[in-house]
């Protein structure tokens, strides 16, 4: 299993569809991220079950404590090219009261080393609304660069806000 300093990366298992639809309909974690339709528990769960196994197509893993073994949050690789070696990240902590510990970022660098070590990736890309200030903090801590910006691509409250692409070669990846 994928274990940083402080989170251990391993697989979903369905019967944790509760959290993960509590975070997906918490506005204060998905104030920054494409919320959908809302949709129950049990739906969750079924979509969990029919997941495929992870593979170098997609990886999805939780996020957990390695202290305390506590499940708080998630970290996606997906749409992975051999022919570039590129694919695209997502990480979010669901459980608020473990925000600004450092799990991100422990996270996120965790999942690029795993990218980088086990599926022999060349770069990682990721797109962040550019008022989500903690996140980007957060991915420039692990050496991502910001190479493009999408103007008004992402809407929240009626407002539009710009995305910024960032990106992670091996050599970037910080300690
Ligand atoms: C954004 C998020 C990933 C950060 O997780 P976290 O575990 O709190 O992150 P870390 O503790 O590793 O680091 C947070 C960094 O952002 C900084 N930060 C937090 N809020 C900030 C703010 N409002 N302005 C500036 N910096 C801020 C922290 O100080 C810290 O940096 P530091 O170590 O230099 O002090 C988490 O809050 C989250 O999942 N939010 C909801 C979903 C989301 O936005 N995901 C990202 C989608 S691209």
């Not at 049990?42 to 079950?49: C, E, L």
Request: net charge negative; hydrophobic share 40%.
């Amino acid at each position: 299993m994928p274990t940083g300093e402080l989170v251990r990366l391993r697989a979903f298992d369905p019967s944790e569809a509760e959290a993960l639809w509590r975070w997906n309909h918490d506005p204060d974690v998905m104030r920054w991220m494409n919320d959908g339709y809302p949709d129950s528990v049990a739906q969750v769960a079924k979509r969990m079950s029919e997941w495929p196994r992870n593979s170098y197509e997609k990886v999805v893993l939780a996020v957990e404590t390695r202290a305390e073994g506590r499940l708080i949050g998630v970290a996606v690789l997906r749409d992975a090219e051999p022919e570039t070696g590129n694919a695209e990240l997502d990480v979010y902590i669901g459980e608020k009261d473990c925000w600004g510990s450092g799990y991100a970022t422990d996270a996120t660098r965790t999942m690029c080393r795993f990218g980088f070590d086990q599926m022999r990736l060349h770069r990682v890309t990721l797109w962040v609304v550019a008022d989500n200030v903690a996140a980007r903090r957060v991915y420039e801590k692990v050496g991502f660069v910001e190479e493009g910006r999408q103007r008004e691509c992402f809407r929240r409250d009626g407002e539009w806000h710009d995305m910024i692409m960032m990106g992670l070669l091996e050599s970037d990846l910080r300690d």
